[in-house]
């Protein structure tokens, strides 16, 4: 159950416009207080704390040493739970600035799976709810948001 729980969430609600979201380094990241982690503003995903170095040095070669050592200075003071202690969302409330994209959610009762591909939930039902093709189509197209890439991911 956990494992499935890191990847993706739901987010099929309007973004809220309160901005409770304190903002720093704002060009670059986003830190997000409530679930305590890092997003790049540039690739709308999270970066584990202990990956921030790798990741400016690899996809930010355009951003100044400088910045990016005031960046890793930054984030290194930040309270930020490594990917496998984070709970996603339960409130369908997307997570500012991170990616939304399409995917898909299982309707078998009580599933709350999700995938972003229709061919990985079409296997999840196989497996886990020995679906068959003739049945049809037992998910619904969903938004989802993921805070971490699967890179990241191990
Ligand atoms: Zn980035
Ligand atoms: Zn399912």
């Known amino acids: 159950m956990t494992a499935r729980l890191k990847k993706n969430f739901l987010a099929s609600k309007l973004s809220s416009s309160?901005?409770?979201l304190p903002r720093t380094m704002?060009?670059?990241v986003l830190y997000n207080r409530q679930y305590k982690i890092l997003i790049?503003?540039?690739?709308?995903y999270a970066i584990p704390q202990s990956w921030v170095s790798r990741h400016f040095q690899k996809h930010h070669k355009e951003t100044p040493l400088e910045t990016r050592n005031r960046i890793e200075k930054y984030v290194a003071e930040l309270d930020l739970l490594r990917p496998e202690e984070i709970e996603?969302?339960?409130?369908m409330v997307p997570v500012d600035g991170l990616t939304i994209y399409a995917g898909y959610k299982c309707l078998y009762d009580g599933c709350l799976e999700l995938a972003g591909t229709e061919a990985s939930m079409a296997q999840h039902c196989k497996v886990n709810?020995?679906?068959i093709k003739s049945i049809g189509v037992k998910w619904e197209k969903q938004?989802?948001?993921?805070?971490f890439p699967s890179p990241y991911l191990k």
Request: proline share 9%; charged share 20%; glycine share 0%.
């Open 18 to 20: 309160e901005s409770t």
């Open 26 to 28: 704002d060009a670059y």
């Open 88 to 91: 996603p969302p339960q409130d």
């Open 40 to 44: 790049c503003r540039q690739h709308h």
């Open 129 to 131: 709810h020995k679906w």
């Open 143 to 147: 938004t989802l948001q993921t805070f």
